[in-house]
């Protein structure tokens, strides 16, 4: 398991049965011919960027793509314990 893994994904808005604290929008962005490998990308940037500002977890992860670009995008949130 990569460093990266250690960062949940989730597409729901709540964590149930934990309390956290917001720390704000991230976002992972990478281009490429093939979408598949291009999302899985876009993911990793985002794992990074969410542990870099302390996260646990990224909520609501969403994806948004044009012909030559894939972003990921998501809320970064702490879990309080």
Do not use: C, W
């Not at 893994?5 to 309390?19: A, G, Q, R, V």
């Amino acid at each position: 398991m990569s460093e990266f893994d250690e960062i949940t994904l989730t597409t729901t808005e709540k964590i149930p049965e934990n309390d956290y604290r917001i720390i704000g929008v991230v976002f992972g962005t990478a281009n490429g011919e093939e979408k598949t490998s291009a999302h899985e990308q876009a993911i990793k940037v985002l794992r990074d960027k969410a542990k870099r500002v302390g996260a646990d977890v990224v909520v609501a992860m969403r994806f948004e793509s044009t012909s030559s670009m894939v972003t990921a995008y998501g809320t970064a949130v702490k879990i309080v314990k």
